[in-house]
């Protein structure tokens, strides 16, 4: 399978624990996403790479999250003193920017639960 | 502000009957449309997508959608639903000149068999 894979796909955590999530996206692909879902809602930004490089957050992303991409390849999410205001499903999307538009592509998605 | 709304949250049909469902979009600029799917226990999955040209886009398992520019609306249609398409859809914007997607609250379809 060549999509866009995800680790974990669930992690059940403690308030105030630090958790860690990983992606990997398309090879050939240059953009990575990350989405955040609850439940009855579409999936909401959070932030972008273009290769190694983090290009846009979103308001929604606190200080206590944080993202990577190492050498443009894989990324890792992660959340610091979890509350439970963040369980949700975090989904990871990569895409080949080319000009006048992209196709995302979506992983499984890690379901995170607080309690 | 950019958004996509989703006419309906929850729609119920019978198999054979035809299905529409509605997605308007505000956003300054041009955009590129998209409808996913997401059947139960999989992850999202592209339909359909428009970008230019043809306003009438076709996309897998027989389903299309039209854009409509003067409307701002990207609907959805099936003219015979199956069983099997028992999932969530979401419509979804992006601006042509960047990267932001912007999702609908998403519908729910179910099809009854």
């Known amino acids: 399978d060549t999509g866009v894979s995800q680790d974990p796909r669930h992690k059940i955590t403690k308030r105030g624990q630090n958790v860690t999530f990983r992606c990997d996206p398309i090879?050939?692909?240059?953009?990575l996403y990350w989405y955040r879902q609850t439940l009855g809602q579409g999936p909401e930004f959070l932030t972008y790479?273009?290769?190694?490089?983090?290009?846009?957050k979103s308001r929604l992303l606190s200080d206590r999250f944080s993202a990577e991409r190492p050498k443009g390849s894989f990324s890792t999410l992660e959340i610091q003193r979890t509350e439970q205001g963040d369980s949700a499903m975090y989904l990871c999307?990569?895409?080949?920017?080319?000009?006048?538009?992209?196709?995302?592509?979506f992983g499984p998605g890690t379901r995170l639960l607080v309690l | 502000a950019q958004s996509v709304s989703q006419h309906n949250h929850h729609v119920i049909l019978s198999e054979a009957a035809s299905l529409e469902l509605g997605c308007n979009y505000s956003?300054?600029?041009?955009?590129?449309l998209f409808w996913y799917v997401q059947y139960p226990g999989q992850h999202l999955q592209l339909l359909l997508k428009?970008?230019?040209?043809?306003?009438l886009v076709k996309g897998i398992k027989g389903f299309e959608a039209e854009f409509i520019k003067s409307k701002f609306s990207f609907n959805l249609r099936k003219p015979s639903v199956q069983w099997s398409d028992t999932a969530e859809y979401f419509c979804?914007?992006?601006?042509?000149?960047?990267?932001?997607?912007?999702f609908g609250a998403g519908t729910r379809l179910f099809v009854k068999a």
């Open positions: 999307a990569s895409s080949l920017a080319v000009m006048g538009g992209e196709t995302q592509y």
């Open positions: 790479f273009q290769n190694e490089a983090q290009l846009e």
């Open positions: 979804a914007a992006q601006n042509t000149g960047g990267f932001k997607t912007i």
């Open positions: 428009y970008f230019s040209g043809d306003p």
């Open positions: 956003y300054g600029g041009t955009v590129n």
């Open positions: 090879s050939e692909h240059n953009r």
